[in-house]
């Protein structure tokens, strides 16, 4: 069965099962290979992406539920590395296997866009994903970095 | 310059050709026509237009300098530290350096340079500070690096990338670096002693003339060095890259999700695998009905995986299996769910829980065992002594459970194999290519891509083996392999589930009289001997150590931290235990002990002590609720080559209901002759901070009925960024001997730590991790 799908602000018809989760859409199909699958039960976040602007965690969530949304996944954020978020966590140096990078900043850029100047508990609340190289403690800064690279831009 | 996601070029024209003008999707593609660099005859890396001057590196003609790394970046920094160890000597222009792997398949048709061979091995004496490559004896299987083949070692293990590779990898930049002048010098009929390099510039400063590696690299491709084993390598004073904090140079296209990671990899024509094997180890597939899912959407055909030859997975049993093929994972992972599967499981492997392994770990330390040190009496110490000290700990089983799930991309034909693959261990996984197709080495080409996470020679798994089993059951068709997140924690090796007791007979004055540690675990697991072989860390002149093994069906392997992870949670709780018992200070009397030892580089040891204390403000007042704890961790001192020595302190605070906050660390490392990347060096630590805190509050692996029970990440807990410790302060010490690594095994004292800032705050003294199973609750 085929579906339209928009994402990063392309449109996408997309001919497979709808109850398919979007993550699997999103790579298999639309062949953006940046959002990533680690445990499949929306528990770990590498696969984040934004539907309409909200974080969710796309391998739990059935592509025809993000239909005439708008979906945006780590290639949408920029086409280069230039996004703030981005540019934080290069200062930082932040990545290490890097693995769960796109789902982390996808993650860090909806807690801006709510927040745009996170505390410390804010960050808690909001950064729920996971890092098994344990990225946190530079994550952390580079969110409070992004926010003031965000904040000199407005 | 190009910014490329790691495949190497000349390599990707050769399996393009291969697979009959396939592409790989996010790859790099070649600027020019992929025809006019396949030239009649010519070998896959001999590009005229980027001429290689050695091995491990190619010179653009527009100064790009390409480094070839044969360990695998999996967020340790090698991809950036191998390359700043070359870059060093070559002295070239840092900002035009673009790594790319080592090919695997030359590794099979190319013996090392002789140059390479005759490195320096004289521990703490060598004045340059190079690395002592560990190379055990040739193995045809890689298991332990390949001591003559062209990149030796391309296994990626034991932290060791920067010890084992130092010494030839900066031979390889100082080969290279020579011969650029000596070509600069035979062009302007010079004397090669009147030029100098920098940045990439050769210079003639009595005629003031200048050219470039990229104008010269041509004429140094075809200039042999007349004596390159006069070549030496730039001591540590010498360096100017090395010992700088370097930005990691992946990390620009990790925050763009351009990375392409082995489960990125897509090939036209290319089918998916779903597998599911046995839960419980040893077990195979009786019957599958692959009829009842055969006409489900995309579904192409199944795959019975045998158990995996135990030859090429180090011995270990894992399991047999099915696997489905299908147009899509996804598809392949639902037709597979819905497969009816019996298996064949070995009764006495299904008869293992958590329970009665516990009780025969338990048993095995009444036991007499393997002693492995037995200095003066123990007996007679503690006979004499004021007070006895016993304590009995545990750790469990536990997967490493890197994100990116076990994955691997396989093209089979008659004539070749080609692998996608993020590996630990590409030789390895060579050989088993080989021995599973019957295609010789030299025909296999291994395609490296960065790992999302390692934490411990993934190649000890089956995933290449499963991989390259369907592959081979599919020739002419690229098959990629995924597992699922549950399949993972079948298809990863364990730390092996531990306990050790140990005792103390302290004299009136609360010293230890006697020693006596035992420890036990399974007989295949690694490092029986860390953290307590060959002597006491802490003064005991009556010391006794011994293993009690115990044979168990789980697979045990290399994971972070090995078994010194384990070992020093129990050696650094017990301290901390006789601490109390004397009415001693942890910190002093650490100190003190380790003083009036004589093992090697215990002056080392003290000053971490001293620094991480004096960091914390140790002994100042802290609020309820909150405590402090320091810990010692060391590897390999007592062979008194080579040593990894730190201490940190720990700043805990509990709540009344139990809720344990890892507030502050406070770390004292050491430098060792001279770290490469100091900035890679911190992120590990503060990586294996969180790594080993989770360790002591959450992970476990449970056995029932001889299956893993927690695997996927609901029961199998990974902290997040609201557990993280808010601050970390890390600083260096220099020393003067080899740093043996410090990848894997810092940052333990955290286990012993919260344990015993635990019992500071709520009196309970826990011996069995994680402590999250224990009621933590105060007040």
Known sequence: MAFDLEVNGVRHSVDADPQTPLLWIIRDRIGLSGTKFSCGIGSCGACTVHIDGQAVRSCSVAAEAAAGRAITTIEGVSSDGS???QLAFKELDAPQCGYCQSGMIMTALALLNAIPEPTDADIDAWVTNACRCSTYYRVR????LAADLMRAER | MTQRTGVDRREFLAMAAAAKGAFVMGFWLPPRPASAQQRDGAVWYEDPEAPEINAWIVIDPDDTVTIRIAQTELGQGVW?????????ELQCDWSRVRPEYASANRDAREMAPEWTLEVMGDGAQDPTGGGEPSFGNRAPTGVFGIPDSLYRRMRTNAAASVKDGRYYLQLAGAEARERLLLAAANEWDVPVRELSARDSIVTHAPSGRTTTYGAIAHLAAVTPHPNPEAITIKPPSEWTLMGTEQKNLDVPMKVTGETVYAIDVSLPGMKWAAVKTCPVYGGDVAAYDFEAIRDLPGVQSAVQLPIPDPALTRGRIFSGGVAVVADTWYEAKTALDRMPINWTVPPENAGFNTDNMRQALLDSL???????????????????AAQIVEATYSTPYLPRARMEPGNATVLVTDERVDIWIGDQSPQETRFSASQITGIPEQQVHLHMCHLGGGFGRNGNGPQAEQAITIANANRGTPIHMLWTR??????????AMGMARLKAGLDEDGWPLALEVRIAMQDDGFGPTASFGGASRYHAPHYRFSNHETDFHVPVGTRRGVSQAAHEFYRETFIDELARAAGRDPYLYRRELIARTDIPYKDDMIRALDMAAEMSGWGTPLPAGTARAIGLEERGAETGRSATISAMVHT??????????LERVDVAHETGFGLVNPLSVRKQIEGQITWFYNDAMHQACTIANGRIVENNFDTFSLSRIDEDPPEINIRFFETDHWLIGMGHDRATSVQSGIGD?????????????PFSQHDLSWG
Not at chain 1, 141 to 144: L, M
Not at chain 2, 80 to 88: F, I, L, Q
């Open chain 1, 83 to 85: 996004h703030p978020v």
């Open chain 1, 141 to 144: 800064q580079a969110i409070h």
């Open chain 2, 80 to 88: 950036t530290s191998n390359a700043m160890m070359v870059s060093e």
């Open chain 2, 366 to 384: 009444d036991a007499r065992g393997t002693v492995r040190v037995d200095e003066g009496d123990v007996d007679a110490g503690f006979a004499a």
């Open chain 2, 486 to 495: 549950e399949e993972d924690f079948i298809g990863t090796t364990y730390r």
């Open chain 2, 652 to 661: 805990v605070s509990i709540s009344p209901d139990g809720r344990v906050r």
């Open chain 2, 757 to 769: 800032a635990i019992f500071q705050i709520t009196g309970k003294r826990f011996r069995d991790l």
